[in-house]
């Protein structure tokens, strides 16, 4: 599966190959917040934009850790660390309105009337 290979990857390059407890914990902790953005119930791009969101919400936590533990750079590399980091960011936020706008787009409305009384329901279907 995608997602095995690239949280494997991610775990990797984020935690080292000999830290196996370690990357344990960094894959079970993105892949709880993929549970959480995505919901009880969530249709296959929710899940997938969930996982995605996870995935950016991780690198940049690793690159917001880089850019504070960064020491003795030059102007250059602290530019280049800074233009990571906004760039990590924007693809997270990217991602989260994705998310956002599919689950807007999914939900019906439903109008009802009953006995010269209107009900608007945005109900999400189980």
Known sequence: MLDNWLLDVMSE??????????RD?????????????????PTPI?????????VCWAELRYLWGCEQSGKDRTIAQADLSQ?????????????LKALATV??????TLQVN??????VSNARPA
């Open 25 to 41: 914990r960094f894959e079970a902790e993105v892949r709880a917040v993929a549970d959480e953005l995505a919901g009880p119930t």
């Open 83 to 95: 233009r990571r980091l906004d760039k990590a960011h924007a693809r997270y936020v990217r991602t």
């Open 114 to 119: 009953v006995a010269h009384q209107q009900v």
């Open 103 to 108: 689950r807007r787009l999914a939900v019906p």
């Open 46 to 54: 929710e899940a997938t934009l969930s996982l995605t969101a996870a």
């Open 13 to 22: 390059r984020f935690v080292g190959k000999d830290h196996r407890k370690t």
